[in-house]
C-alpha cells in the first residue's frame, strides 16, 4: 500500500552546547556541579540580557562560535568568513525581548554531509544545508488558572543543523540523528542528554506518488527529543499523508506535535513563512569575521571522530561496517569496546568475537533494562576476563555469551560463575577422540552413507558430539576431528 508513494524527509536538529555561560551573557548555561535542569531554581541562571532589561546589550560568547565551528568541520561544511545574527520577532512570553537572536541568510557553516550505515549494509549521503547559532528561549510553565515562566534556559546557545530533504524513511532519518548525535558527543560541543533535550528535532515530512520529482506539501513536526519517538513520528505521519491524498484531499503546510502516548501527530498551527519573522540583522551585534588561520587551528584540534574510529575498528578487527558503526556511534560504548579488549593485542578473530558479545547478548540485556552503556551491569572488564578464556579456548562462544547473561542477572565474578555453572570446553582431543570413535562405532549405516558421498551427514556427528559433551566440546576442534575419524 505504501510503494505507490515515497516519503521526503529534511530534519532540523537543535543542539544544545555545552558551554558554561550563555550565548550572549554571563549567566550559568547549565547547572553546577551536576545538578539536574529538574533542581535548579527557577530563574536563578538570568542576567539583565536574559531578562530583556531596558539598556542591556548581548555580547557574543567566544566558545559558542569555537563550539558551532568545529561541529561545521566535523560535518564538512564550508565556514563562513562573514556571518550575521539577525532578529526572529515572534511574540510568546518566554521570550522577553520580543525576538529570538539567530543567523539568518548568513549562517556560520554551509554546505556540509554526513554519511549514514544502513541495516540492509549500504551507505547514503545526507546533505547539511547549514548551521547556525541562535538562542533558546525560556519555558512557559502553566499551572491551574495561571501561568509562570522559567526563564533559566533563556539564551542558552544552540546550533541549528538544518539536512537537505534527502531521507526516504523513518530509518534513515534515525540513522541521520544517530550519527550526528555521535559527532556532537565525540567533539564534546554538547553533553548530549536526551531527557534534558540536549539533541532535540523537528522533522519535516511530505510524500509524493513514486516517480514524480515535485516535492509534496510537508508537514513539520516539533520537537521529538528521543530516537525511538522520531522514527514513531514519522512513520504516523507518512501513513497519515498517504490516507489524505488517497482520499482526495490535499496536505497542508503546518505545524504538527507528536503524542507519545497514543503514538500519533497532532496539528497544533498552520506554518508561519519567513518573511512573517520580519528578520533583519541585529544591529547590537556586528557580523562575525573569522580568519582562516581561527579555523585551521580549530581543525587541528579536532579528535578521532566516530566515523575515523569505525574505520580503524574494521581494519584492526575487520568488523562488518554496520557493527562497527553500533560500537561507534555511542562514544562510551566504543570507548567500552576498547577497554574490554586492552592488553590483550590486535587479534582480529578475538576483536570480532568481543564485538559480537557486546553487539549482541550485551546489548540486548542493556535494551531489555532501557540503559545504556554506562548503566551497564557487566563490567568491560568482566568483558575482557571473558575474552581472555575465549582466546585461550578455554570456553566457547555460547559460553560467554551465558556467562554474561549470569553475571548481568545474579551478579558475581566471572571466576565463580564459570565455576559454579562449570563452564568449560573441552579443547583437548584426548577427552573428545572417545567419545566420537563410540558415536561413530554406533551408527555404522551413517558412516557408510557419508564415505558415499553423504557429507551432510557431518553434522550429525558433530551435533551428537556435542550432546554427549553437554555442549561443552571446542566446535571448531570437534568439526576437525569428526572429519579426520570419517575419513578412515
Ligand atoms: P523552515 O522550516 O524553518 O521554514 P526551511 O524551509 O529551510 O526552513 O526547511 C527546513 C527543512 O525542511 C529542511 O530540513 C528541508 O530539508 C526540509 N524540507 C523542505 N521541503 C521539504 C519537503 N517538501 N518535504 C520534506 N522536507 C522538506
Ligand atoms: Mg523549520
Redo the contacts with the bound molecule.
Keep these: 500500500m505504501q510503494s505507490e508513494f515515497e516519503a521526503?524527509?529534511?530534519?532540523?536538529v537543535h543542539v544544545q552546547l555545552a558551554t558554561e555561560s550563555k550565548v550572549f551573557s554571563r549567566a550559568r548555561s547549565r547547572p553546577e556541579g551536576g545538578r539536574s535542569v529538574g533542581e535548579e531554581l527557577v530563574n536563578m541562571n538570568t542576567s539583565p540580557v536574559d531578562t530583556a532589561q531596558p539598556g542591556t546589550l548581548p555580547v557574543l560568547n567566544k566558545k559558542v562560535v569555537e563550539f558551532a565551528i568545529k561541529a561545521g568541520l566535523a560535518t564538512g561544511c564550508e565556514i563562513r568568513p562573514k556571518s550575521v545574527f539577525s532578529r526572529k520577532h515572534y511574540f510568546y512570553p518566554d521570550l522577553p525581548k520580543g525576538y529570538q537572536i539567530s543567523q539568518y541568510d548568513l549562517p556560520i557553516c554551509e554546505h556540509g554531509k554526513l554519511e549514514i550505515e544502513l541495516k540492509n549494509g549500504e551507505s547514503k549521503t545526507i546533505t547539511i544545508?547549514r548551521i547556525h547559532i541562535e538562542e533558546d528561549a525560556g519555558k512557559n510553565l502553566h499551572m491551574s488558572g495561571y501561568s509562570l515562566v522559567n526563564l533559566n534556559r533563556a539564551g542558552v546557545p544552540l546550533i541549528e543543523v538544518?539536512?537537505?530533504?534527502d531521507m526516504r524513511s523513518s530509518e534513515e532519518a534515525v540513522a541521520y540523528l544517530k550519527s550526528l548525535y555521535a559527532i556532537v558527543t565525540y567533539l564534546g560541543v554538547c553533553d548530549g542528554n536526551l531527557q534534558e533535550g540536549n539533541f532535540r528535532c523537528d522533522a519535516?515530512?511530505?510524500v509524493r506518488k513514486r516517480g514524480v520529482e515535485k516535492?509534496?506539501?510537508?508537514a513539520?513536526i516539533k520537537n521529538v527529543n528521543s530516537f525511538r519517538f522520531v522514527e514513531k513520528a514519522i512513520d504516523y505521519e507518512i501513513l497519515r499523508q498517504i490516507e489524505v491524498v488517497k482520499s482526495g484531499g490535499t496536505v497542508i503546510q503546518e505545524t504538527r506535535g507528536f503524542d507519545s502516548a497514543k503514538g500519533q501527530t497532532f496539528s497544533m498551527r498552520s506554518k508561519e513563512e519567513?518573511h512573517d519573522y520580519r528578520y533583519f540583522p541585529d544591529p547590537d551585534l556586528p557580523p562575525l569575521i573569522l580568519k582562516k588561520a581561527q579555523i585551521e587551528s580549530i581543525r587541528g584540534s579536532l579528535p578521532e571522530l566516530p566515523q575515523a574510529k569505525r574505520d580503524r575498528f574494521i581494519s584492526l578487527y575487520d568488523l562488518s561496517k554496520y557493527d562497527a558503526t553500533v560500537l561507534t556511534q555511542d562514544k562510551k560504548l566504543s570507548e567500552y569496546y576498547e577497554e574490554s579488549l586492552g592488553g590483550i593485542g590486535n587479534s582480529k578473530e578475538l576483536g570480532k568475537k568481543v564485538a559480537n558479545l557486546i553487539t549482541s547478548e550485551l546489548a540486548r540485556l542493556l535494551n531489555d533494562a532501557d540503559l545504556d552503556i554506562t548503566g551497564s551491569k557487566v563490567s568491560a572488564k568482566q568483558i575482557r576476563e571473558i575474552a581472555k578464556l575465549l582466546s585461550d579456548d578455554s570456553v566457547s562462544f555460547s559460553m560467554a555469551k551465558q556467562i554474561i547473561t549470569i553475571l548481568w542477572t545474579e551478579g558475581g565474578d566471572v571466576s565463580s560463575v564459570v565455576e559454579k555453572h562449570g563452564f568449560k570446553q573441552m579443547s583437548d582431543t584426548s577427552s573428545l577422540e572417545p567419545i566420537i570413535d563410540k558415536i561413530i562405532a554406533e551408527n555404522e549405516k551413517n558412516v557408510q552413507d557419508y564415505r558415499a558421498g553423504k557429507e551432510k551427514l557431518i553434522g550429525f556427528f558433530v551435533g551428537q558430539a556435542m550432546k554427549a559433551t553437554g555442549g561443552k566440546a571446542n566446535p571448531g576442534m570437534l568439526q576437525d576431528l569428526v572429519k579426520k575419524k570419517l575419513k578412515g
Design positions: 521526503v524527509i529534511g530534519l532540523e544545508q538544518v539536512s537537505g530533504p519535516n515530512v511530505s516535492f509534496g506539501t510537508r513539520e519567513a
